[in-house]
């Protein structure tokens, strides 16, 4: 039996030698370093109500219009660009430490996004955030 005869009885086609390589792309698509595939909102300017939801409540937090903002207590709010500038996972707010994780590979940032460790090396775009009454205006 020739090399070729045994795998071909063996059922190992052109298949089987093309997944190792491709299992082998995927392990790569995640980068230690690098990526930046984010692109943070430009000319940002909305209002959000924090009399109900997410931000009715310290250490809450949601996403709108790709930036993330979170309430740290009654009259503090932050509000960063959401895509982790890794690969562009949405990052969440991490109340206890008042900062920013990214849940993908687990980057992490400041609560005013800076790049603190993990995969990937830019900075979250900061944005500007003024509260009047319930009416909190997000922008750049
Ligand atoms: S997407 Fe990889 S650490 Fe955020």
Not at 26 to 33: K, M, Q, V, Y
Not at 88 to 116: D, E, K, Q
Request: aromatic share 8%.
């Amino acid at each position: 039996m020739t090399r070729k005869e045994f795998f071909a009885r063996a059922g190992f086609g052109a298949a089987s030698v093309l997944v190792p390589a491709c299992i082998s792309g995927l392990a790569l698509s995640c980068s230690t370093d690098g990526g930046n595939s984010s692109v943070a909102p430009t000319n940002v300017d909305f209002t959000l109500d924090t009399s109900t939801g997410s931000l009715s409540v310290d250490k809450g937090y949601l996403v709108s219009n790709q930036i993330i903002v979170a309430r740290v207590d009654a009259s503090t709010f932050i509000a960063v660009s959401a895509a982790c500038t890794h690969e562009g996972t949405n990052v969440n707010y991490v109340g206890p430490s008042n900062s920013f994780h990214c849940p993908n590979h687990g980057a992490n940032y400041s609560n005013t996004g800076i790049h603190l460790n993990g995969p990937g090396s830019a900075n979250l775009k900061q944005y500007n955030v003024t509260l009047t009454g319930n009416s909190l205006r997000v922008y750049s």
